[in-house]
């Protein structure tokens, strides 16, 4: 009999691809709070994460082997405008999730970020203490602390930004964009002031399984490709893996909505995560982002030609 897998939060772009990769593995059920979702062979049902009785009540009813806490709020500057929503989606939501997921012996699992670190130019490790310059990496390292600190039963999953596209997304994330401005010609502006890893959500998704399947518990892993680049030399590369012209890239220096320079006193950050224990337990190596974004082009082309 298949394990069952809740994901709280399927609607949500790291949450609908986790649910389509999953379904083939587990039964998967899904939630949503405003926007209703349907991805064949997963059946979800509305639900209000502030709601801490609906939620202890939902997970009850339909006791999971596993929940994965995919809500949140991820965008840097809506953070950053809206502190007090983004660390109720981000850390109060985790708590009640957590705790109801405890207290029916599943098995709790907290999607957090790179963004936890303070943006110096080293590579973190799982052990270096979080110290975020940003209100998103307050939230989600607030719930990290919550969750090694409380639940019996978890696992952390700390990763680099993710990419892909969407379940019937209604905003394009980063990669869409990119995919949008490749076709129709359109000038696009890429930061060159952030260093982070970029990962392909689907290879989060196999790692994520893998996990599961070895049963561990009460552990860190940090999830990235194995380098690091900038958004305006990803989406350099991405043009050459996708043979698109890349004369539209804008180099951009944006404001980074950090609340304070990084320790260089300057305004360049660095969010690089050490994968070195994640390879050795699951014993794999880490693609670089040009072996990642390869491994999309195929699938896409293979999507397109089905």
Not at 7 to 24: E, P
Not at 253 to 280: C, H, I, M, R, W
């Amino acid at each position: 009999m298949k394990k069952t897998v809740l994901i709280v939060g399927a609607s949500s772009f790291v949450g609908s691809n986790l649910a389509l990769y999953l379904k083939d593995h587990f039964r998967v059920v899904g939630t949503y709070h405003k926007t209703p979702v349907e991805i064949p062979g997963v059946t979800c049902y509305p639900c209000d994460v502030f709601k801490k009785d609906y939620v202890s009540s939902l997970i009850g009813v339909l006791k999971p082997d596993y929940t994965i806490y995919a809500v949140g709020m991820s965008s840097l500057t809506e953070c950053k405008l809206n502190p007090k929503q983004a660390d109720a989606l981000n850390a109060v939501g985790t708590v009640n999730v957590c705790s109801a997921s405890e207290r029916y012996g599943a098995k709790f699992i907290l999607i957090s970020s790179c963004f936890v670190m303070g943006g110096e130019n080293i590579l973190y490790k799982e052990s270096d203490t979080p110290f975020p310059n940003t209100v998103f990496g307050t939230t989600l390292s607030s719930s990290e602390y919550y969750v090694q600190r409380s639940c019996l039963n978890y696992l952390v999953l700390r990763c680099s930004p993710l990419y892909g596209r969407s379940y019937g997304p209604k905003h394009p994330n980063w990669f869409e964009v990119l995919q949008t401005g490749f076709i129709k010609g359109q000038s696009i502006a890429a930061d060159d002031n952030v260093v982070t890893g970029f990962l392909d959500v689907l290879v989060l998704a196999r790692i994520l399984k893998s996990l599961l399947d070895s049963g561990v518990t009460n552990r860190l892993f940090q999830i990235s490709s194995s380098d690091f680049m900038t958004r305006f030399e990803f989406a350099k590369l991405m043009a050459k893996i996708f043979r698109k012209d890349d004369n539209f890239i804008q180099k951009s220096n944006s404001a980074f909505p950090a609340d304070a320079l990084s320790s260089t006193g300057s305004n360049q950050y660095s969010y690089k995560l050490d994968t070195q224990n994640t390879e050795d337990f699951l014993g794999l190596k880490m693609p670089t982002i040009e072996d990642s974004l390869a491994l999309t082009q195929k699938r896409l082309l293979k999507e397109n030609l089905t």
